[in-house]
């Protein structure tokens, strides 16, 4: 059970290209979600997925497309990169389980990408 | 809407000693409260639900509601303590969603 997992690990980019980060998760959760860690501002939610061919717009969306083709999978598009979108993006899925409507992220190792 | 609040940035504590970490939070209907901690190069986890009730680690957090506080507490803190903790607001409505504080970097001085 690897739980939920996030490739690459690292990634360099330059200004105005294109990547996707991958989010798996073995836990059948129906829940996904990617956020952007940034010194001194916490986790920002860019945008999450309820199930399968859902998303919705989080906090910080600006920049980032996502899709959720499969309800293991929560892929993260960056279009064109920016120096702003330089950060550590972690993916995080939950579930909800009988007789408890909120229950605890689980999160991804992280991708520490940098837009030059 | 929802926001979380850790005042804090950087604490430091001699190991023994007791240490408190921060966490205010404002939401319009009953919250569900977590605090999570990021060691050193690793995920972040969870440490502990308001709901549980728990003591994980010998970590504590009380919910004050009338406060709007989930202040993390441990009477004696060890040098394995040094960590990222963030404060967490899961909010009823759509997507389950997280909010998270700004997070508090603690280090145990040995």
């Known amino acids: 059970n690897a739980g939920v997992t996030q490739t690459p690990k690292f990634r360099v980019l330059k200004t105005g290209q294109s990547m996707t980060l991958l989010c798996a998760q073995d836990m059948n959760h129906e829940y996904m979600y990617w956020y952007r860690q940034d010194p001194g501002m916490g986790l920002r939610l860019i945008h999450y997925?309820?199930?399968?061919?859902?998303?919705a717009k989080g906090e910080v969306p600006d920049g980032y497309n996502v899709s959720r083709l499969k309800k293991q999978n929560f892929l993260l598009g960056l279009e064109s990169a920016a120096p702003s979108q330089t950060s550590v993006y972690f993916c995080a899925s939950t579930t909800l389980s009988s007789g408890t409507l909120y229950n605890e992220q689980f999160f991804g190792p992280g991708t520490r990408l940098t837009v030059l | 809407a929802q926001r979380v609040t850790q005042p804090e940035k950087l604490l430091s504590v001699f190991k023994g000693a007791p240490v408190e970490l921060k966490c205010n939070y404002s939401?319009?209907?009953?919250?569900?409260l977590f605090w999570y901690v990021q060691y050193s190069r690793q995920r972040l986890q969870l440490l502990l639900r308001h709901i549980s009730r728990e003591s994980i680690k010998g970590f504590t957090a009380d919910l004050n509601k009338g406060e709007t506080s989930f202040h993390l507490k441990k009477p004696f803190a060890q040098e394995e303590d040094s960590a990222m903790y963030y404060c967490?607001?899961?909010?009823?409505?759509?997507?389950?969603?997280?909010?998270f504080g700004t997070g508090t970097s603690l280090t145990v001085i040995p």
């Open positions: 967490a607001l899961s909010a009823t409505g759509t997507g389950n969603q997280f909010y």
């Open positions: 997925s309820v199930g399968e061919g859902t998303t």
């Open positions: 939401y319009s209907g009953s919250p569900e």
